[in-house]
């Protein structure tokens, strides 16, 4: 598709016209400050030493701890952008601004819309923002819930059923977009001395630099916002200051 010829023409393709860049397929872990150890994708494992290291693993789908969602085909943001298919009843648990881009694409696209806010909309913010979003969304036809939880989902017949604080709700399809967490948990970084806030984020300081004198972190993964043109710009000066 056109995402996989984008990805490739930007950066897959520079890694295989820079004969300097070695790519290693696999999991990475630190064993020290210096040195890596990967397990390979084709099987076997390699040990990588290294005078300076860039973490740039980014960030996943936080899933809430709702009694029986592991055990139903509810969509993060990455099935929503891939579906081929727009769902008549489209449920979205989450707020986030990624929650409510989708929320009204689909919308726009045909499905009903409701979605569940655990306080309100871009409730952080001026208030008035969030107020000014959910009189449009309701405009549009989004049935906007607010204060409103899910303590447990399930899926049968192709339909999935939520009881939340307010009643239950049926939908086609569950979107659940409640934020990101830092893909961090499995690099044992404490290992190198790198130190993560309470959120699994790497804290760096303004040359994105970590707590590890030679290790430097850019992106999702670290306690910066996470938005596409602060990862760049933070990947450029990690490079320049590394």
Known sequence: GLVDELRHAKYEGILESTPAI????GTARFQDGHTLSVELVEGGGREVAFDR???????????????????TPYWTSEEALASASIPQRLAVIGSS?????????????????TILARNSLFF????????????????????????TQASQVTH???EFVLTTNHG???????????????????????????LL??????QIDQG?????????????????????YVAAAAGTRAAINM
């Open 208 to 228: 994105m630099r970590s707590s590890a004198v030679d290790i430097y972190a850019a992106g999702d993964c670290t306690n910066q916002p996470q938005f596409v």
């Open 168 to 194: 239950e709700l049926r939908a086609d399809q569950l979107f659940v977009a409640t934020g990101r967490t830092p893909n961090t948990q499995s690099l044992n970084l404490e290992a190198a001395g790198v």
């Open 53 to 71: 290291c860039l973490i740039a693993t980014g960030a996943g789908a936080a899933v809430p701890p709702i009694r029986g969602l592991q055990d």
């Open 156 to 158: 049968a017949n192709g």
């Open 124 to 147: 952080r913010e001026d208030p008035a923002i969030g107020e000014a979003l959910t009189a449009a969304f309701r405009m549009e036809g989004i049935d906007v819930l607010e204060q």
């Open 97 to 113: 601004v990624v929650a409510l881009e989708l929320a009204q694409a689909f919308a726009r696209l045909g499905s009903r819309v």
């Open 22 to 25: 070695t790519v290693l397929r």
């Open 197 to 202: 806030d309470e959120r699994g984020a790497i």
